[in-house]
């Protein structure tokens, strides 16, 4: 066969696609095991160990969410574990804020180069892998250290749940009554302007606001957040589309073995406790952000 059909070209750089498609369903499994797009892992994977530049990784890593995103959708909902009526609220300000994050990107992209401890480094480089590092840190910290409701806590709204700014609804499914539309609309915003600079869904950011600041237990964490990860993915694909940097085969190989393996993953979570979950969530923001900063200096 043709050694074109096996590669595809990034901005010059040329990315065997087996080997792309075998990350993708290894982040497929993390993604649906927790509830997330992916793109948080598949990202720093695309760029480190690939050498995918970022835009394209960032346009990949959203894609892909697609995928996983709507694989886990479906499995979350047959297990009964999404609240609905908080996705609505979220998808919102998310649709954008994903777009003024991506003109972000598009921004730093043109701003060239810079130096950090010694290196030269992109300034988009610079700017996303001190993203991931202080982002990523704190939701490992959080996640490692505070127990939800899951995980044999008493179970009681958060300090967000308790904002009485109106119109208010209640949350059935979650078991929360008088929850602030407009203090969600705006998480929805800061979800997304950082979701569409970092290309991931947002989900993983989701993760400690929904568990400590509303007081959702940990599996109706992960079947709420999916639904707005996926639109957020749509749109944030549609930007980068457009800006060039989605291509259309790499993108596919990674969806496939993505898809089918969040389904795994989200079988795994019914099974697995969630002490485990959440710490085990934290041990890979740790290795991923250690990677990227690894990879940005050295």
């Known amino acids: 066969m043709d050694a074109d059909l096996w590669t595809a070209t990034l901005d010059g750089v040329e990315v065997w696609l087996p080997a792309a498609a075998l ?11 927790f509830g997330v797009g992916g793109g948080f892992l598949l990202i720093p994977l695309l760029h480190v160990a690939l050498g995918v530049p970022l835009p ?5 890593g959203l894609s892909m969410t697609i995928a996983t995103a709507t694989g886990t959708l479906f499995r979350y909902r047959s297990l009964g574990y999404a609240e609905t009526r908080f996705d609505i609220l ?18 730093l ?30 939701l490992a910290v959080s996640l490692w250290w505070n127990r939800g409701a899951g995980d044999g806590a008493p179970k009681r709204p958060g300090p967000l749940a308790r904002l009485g700014i109106p119109p208010r609804v209640d949350l059935p499914v979650a078991g929360l009554r008088g929850i602030s539309g407009p203090v969600v609309g705006v998480i929805g915003f800061a979800n997304g302007v950082l979701a569409g600079l970092l290309g991931v869904g947002g989900g993983i950011l989701l993760i400690p606001i929904m568990l400590y600041g509303y007081g ?12 707005m990860v996926l639109v957020v993915a ?3 694909t549609v930007q ?8 259309l085969g790499f993108v596919v190989v990674l969806m496939i073995g993505a898809a089918l393996a969040a389904q795994v993953g989200a079988t795994l979570t019914n099974s697995l406790s969630a002490t485990l979950l959440r710490r085990g969530l934290a041990v890979v923001l740790v290795a991923t952000a250690a990677a990227f900063v690894a990879d940005t200096l050295f």
Do not use: N, P, Q, W
């Open 23 to 33: 990350v993708g369903a290894g982040v497929g499994v993390v993604a649906g095991m």
């Open 56 to 60: 394209f990784a960032v346009g990949a």
């Open 90 to 107: 979220l998808v919102g300000g998310s649709v954008i804020g994903v777009d003024a994050g991506a003109r972000i990107l598009a921004y």
């Open 109 to 138: 992209d043109g701003l060239g180069h810079t130096t950090v401890g010694g290196a030269d480094v992109a300034v988009l480089d610079a700017v996303i892998t001190a993203g991931y590092a202080v982002v990523f840190s704190a």
């Open 216 to 227: 959702f237990d940990v599996r109706k964490t992960a079947g709420t957040g999916i639904l």
């Open 234 to 236: 749509i749109v944030g």
């Open 240 to 247: 980068h589309a457009r800006m060039g940097h989605v291509h």
